[in-house]
C-alpha cells in the first residue's frame, strides 16, 4: 500500500472510530463517562439508552461519519469535483438513510426542510439578520474528506469545505471551522509533516474560511474559532504528557460542545496536546465529555491522514466496514487514483 | 438617601439600563452594530430596535426579559417580607408570563419551556429521556440571579442558596445555575458598603464553584466548559485590555464570547465589571457593544456595577425607563429598602 492510499484510508477509519466510540459517549461528562462506564472508553461499545445513539449497535457510526462518507462518495462519482449539485445530491441520500439521518442536527434539519420544500415551522427567529444558534458543528463534522480529496492542497481545501457546506450552513462561524478542518486534513496529507503544520494550516483555514465566507454568507455574533484554537493550543502545549489533565482543563476552558467555535478549537486542543498521535487524541475527543462523537469524527480524518492506516487497530477497519456496509477500503483507491490522474493532468499541462 | 437604598436602586438601575440599551443590539457582531445601528461608531445611547432584531417593533428604552424578570421576582420576593422562596419564584414567573410586550419576543427557549411545564402546556418533551439536557444551559438564570444577591447583601452563602431557589425553577441545570450563583454572590459582596473590584471578582468565583458543587446533585444532567474557568479568562482579558477599548471588545466576544449560554455570557459580563472599574455605564457601553447576547450581558454587568457603585448620575435614565415600560422603579427600591431594614 502506497503512503497515499494509507494516509486517505487512515482519515476515514480514524474519522468512522471516533463517531462509533464517541456514539456511547455523547452528551455525557468526563466525570459521568467514568462513574458509568467504569473508567475511560476506549473501545467500540454500544451506547447507553439515555443518549441520542440509544439503538445503535457498537460499531454503527452516526449522523457526523456517515453524511461524510455519503458525501465522499459523490464527489467521488463527480470525479473529484465539489460542487452545490454534489453536496445536494449526498444530503439528499442520507436524509433516505433513516439510521444515520435520525441524529441530524437542528442546523442540517431546518436546511433539509428547505431543500426539499417542507414546511419549516415559523419562529420569532426567522426575521434575525443573524441567526447565532446556526453557528453549529453541523459544517466542520462533515468537510474531513474534503482535505483527502485535496491532499496537499489547503486553499482548495478551503474553497470545497465553503461549497460543500453551504447549502446547510450559510454561516461565517460554521464555515469557519469547516475550514479549520478541511484544510488541516489536507496538509496532514503531505509527506513528511508534523501535527506542528497541520495545526498551523487548520489556523489558516479557519482565518480564510471566515474572510472567504463572510463575502458570501450570512453574519453571525459568536466566539471566533481562530481565536479559540489559539487558546486551545496553549492549553494543549502546557499539558503535554499529561493526557488527563490535558483533556479536563481543554473541556472546562474551551468546552466540546454543539457550536463550532467549541468542537472545532477543541479539535486542535487534543491534538496539541497528544502531539498528534491518533489513538491518543481520538480517546481524548471520545472522554472529553459533550459532543464527542462529532469531535471524534473531525479529527479523526485529521490524525488519521497524519498517521496513516497503520496507526490505528485493524479489527475497527473490519467492523466499521461490516456495520454500515461501507467500503473504505474501495473508496480510499478511487480517491488515489483521482489523485493520480489530477498529478498527470498537472504534469501535462505543464508540458 | 441612605447607602443601602443607593446600592438597590444601583443594581435595579444598572439591570435596566443595560437592558434597554441592549436590546437594539442583540443577535449582531460588533462590526454590524456600529454599521447599521451606532452610524459607524459605537453605540453609546437608547436605539428604535431594528427590525430584524428580536425587539423588533418595541419602543425605544422597553426593557426585555433579563430587567422585566427580575422587576416582578423583587416585587414578589418583596411582598414575602424579602425571602426567597420556590413559590414566589413561580408566581414571578407566570405573571411575567402574561405580559405579551416581554414574553412573546423574549421568552428565552430554557424560560419557556419551564413556563409551558409550570402551567401543565404540552411542551417538546422528545428529549427528556437524555442523560444530559444540552440546551438548558443558558443564561436566563444568570439574567436575574443578581436579585438573589441584593436581597441577601454580605451573606454570599445566603445568596447563592437563594439563587438555587429562585432560577431553578426555569433552569434545572448545573451549569445555568453555577453563573446565576456568580451573579448572585458578586452582587451580595458587592453592595456591601467597602467592597473592592478584586473582592467582587472572588465572590464570583466563590458563588460559580459554591453554585455548582450545590446544584449538581439535585438538577438534572449538564454538560460544558466551566463557568468559574471562563470568568478567570474574561477576568484577564478585562484586566489586560482596560486602556485598548477596540481590543477589549474583539478579546472578549472571540474568546470567551458572549452568547446565549451561561459559561459565555456571565463570564463576560464580570470581564466588564472588571475592565470598567464598576462604573455602571462604562461596563454597560462595553457589554452593548460586545455583539451577541448584548442586552443579557449589560444588564447583569449593570446589575453587579451598580451594587458597586450606586444609582448616582442615573436618575435620568431611571425616569425614562420607568415612563416607557410603565414600571415603578424607585418606589420598588424604597420597598426594598424597608423590607430589608427590617429583616
Known sequence: MSTRISKILGGFLAAAIGDAMGAATEIRTTEMIKDYFGGYVKEIINPPEDTWAHGTKAGMVTDDFSISFFSAEEICKAGGQVTEEVALKALMRWSEAPQYSRFCGPTTLNALKRIKGEEVPKTKHDRLLCVNSRASNGAPMKVGSIGLFNAGDVDKAIDDAIILCKITHDNTTALSGAAAIAAATARAMDDRVSWCEVVQAGIYGAREGFERAKLIARPVATASVERRINLAVEVGMRNQGDWEKAMVELSQIIGGGLPAAEAVPAAFGYIVACEGDPMQTLYMAVNAGDDTDTVGCMVGYIVGALGGIDKLPMKYLYKIEQMNGFDLQGISKSIDNLLDKRESNEIGGKI | ?343
Open chain 2, 1 to 343: 438617601m441612605t447607602i443601602l437604598f443607593d446600592r438597590i436602586l444601583g443594581a435595579m438601575a444598572g439591570c435596566a439600563i443595560g437592558d434597554a440599551m441592549g436590546s437594539p443590539t442583540e443577535t449582531r457582531p460588533t462590526y454590524l452594530i456600529k454599521e447599521h445601528i451606532g452610524g459607524g461608531d459605537y453605540v453609546r445611547d437608547y436605539h428604535t430596535p431594528l427590525p430584524d432584531t428580536l425587539s423588533a417593533g418595541s419602543p425605544k428604552g422597553l426593557v426585555t426579559d433579563d430587567f422585566s424578570v427580575s422587576y416582578l421576582s423583587l416585587k414578589q420576593f418583596a411582598q414575602q417580607g424579602g425571602e426567597i422562596t420556590k413559590e414566589a419564584a413561580i408566581a414571578a414567573m407566570l405573571e411575567w408570563s402574561t405580559y405579551d410586550r416581554y414574553y412573546i419576543s423574549h421568552s428565552g427557549p430554557t424560560s419557556k419551556k419551564s413556563i409551558a411545564k409550570l402551567k401543565g402546556e404540552p411542551y417538546d418533551s422528545k428529549d427528556d429521556y437524555t442523560v444530559t439536557d444540552i440546551y438548558a444551559s443558558t443564561n436566563g438564570a444568570g439574567m436575574k440571579a443578581w436579585c438573589a444577591g441584593i436581597l441577601n447583601i454580605g451573606d454570599l452563602d445566603k445568596a447563592i442558596d437563594d439563587a438555587i431557589v429562585m432560577c431553578k425553577v426555569t433552569h434545572d441545570n448545573a451549569i445555568a445555575l453555577s453563573a446565576g450563583c456568580a451573579v448572585a454572590a458578586a452582587t451580595a459582596y458587592a453592595a456591601t458598603k467597602n467592597s473592592t473590584i478584586a473582592g467582587v471578582v472572588k465572590a464570583g468565583l466563590y458563588g460559580a464553584r459554591e453554585g455548582y458543587n450545590k446544584s449538581l446533585p439535585i438538577t438534572r444532567g449538564s454538560v460544558g466548559a466551566s463557568v468559574e474557568e471562563r470568568i478567570k479568562l474574561a477576568v484577564s482579558i478585562g484586566l489586560n485590555y482596560s486602556n485598548d477599548f477596540d481590543r477589549l471588545l474583539l478579546e472578549m466576544s472571540d474568546i470567551v464570547g458572549t452568547g446565549l449560554n451561561a459559561n459565555e455570557a456571565i463570564p463576560a459580563a464580570f470581564g466588564f465589571l472588571v475592565a470598567a472599574q464598576g462604573k455602571v455605564m462604562d461596563s454597560i457601553i462595553m457589554s452593548i457593544n460586545v455583539g451577541a447576547d448584548t442586552d443579557t450581558v449589560a444588564a447583569i454587568a449593570g446589575a453587579m456595577c451598580g451594587a458597586y457603585s450606586g444609582a448616582e448620575g442615573l436618575d435620568s435614565h431611571i425616569e425614562f425607563i420607568s415612563e416607557v415600560n410603565d414600571f415603578e422603579i424607585v418606589e420598588l427600591a424604597r420597598t426594598l429598602e424597608s423590607v430589608l431594614s427590617a429583616k
